[in-house]
């Protein structure tokens, strides 16, 4: 098993409500089964070895509301949260942007935010084939490496990965 120094969580946001076509893209809330499923997550991740140390997340309400969901879970202080610009739709290279920003004090960081970008990051740091990220979906990622500036240049190890769907089916 390889040394872990440095642990990423991804998660792409629960399930949003299309309830209101006014809404802007921004301001899209979680629906019923995506504020169902966010505390069944943080459930299962406060079940783990480790949690974050720092949250970041899209500035889009459906994020932000899963985060807050995951922390409230986690026992966590809600101002471990905080928004980030490049989780927004800036591809990759925003999120990576974002993550190598992270002061090397923080061991364990969770980035919540969209798909088919949390997708492609989690295919790209650690070599898995996931095909799709399904909302609420949560990737722990490993990382032998001192500092947050080397994510791009690691090879991650995937540590788990959990969906609302498996952990129903477990259940």
């Not at 101002?79 to 739709?89: H, K, P, R």
């Amino acid at each position: 098993m390889r040394q872990v120094r440095k642990t990423l969580f991804l998660v792409r946001h629960a399930k949003s409500s299309w309830k209101d076509p006014s809404l802007s893209d921004l301001d899209r809330p979680l629906n019923k089964r995506g504020r169902q499923n966010a505390p069944d997550m943080g459930a299962w991740l406060a079940g783990l070895d480790s949690t974050p140390d720092l949250v970041l997340s899209s500035p889009a309400n459906r994020a932000l509301s899963t985060a807050r969901h995951l922390v409230k879970s986690l026992d966590l202080d809600p101002e471990a949260i905080q928004v980030e610009q490049d989780l927004y739709f800036a591809g990759t290279d925003g999120m990576l942007r974002a993550l190598e920003k992270v002061d090397d004090q923080f061991e364990r960081v969770m980035m919540v935010g969209h798909n088919p970008v949390m997708t492609r990051l989690l295919n790209q740091l650690t070599g898995a084939d996931v095909w799709n990220m399904p909302t609420c979906a949560i990737a722990v990622i490993g990382f032998d490496m001192e500092s947050w500036g080397l994510v791009d240049s690691t090879d991650g190890s995937l540590l788990d990965y959990q969906t609302p769907k498996s952990l129903d089916a477990a259940a």
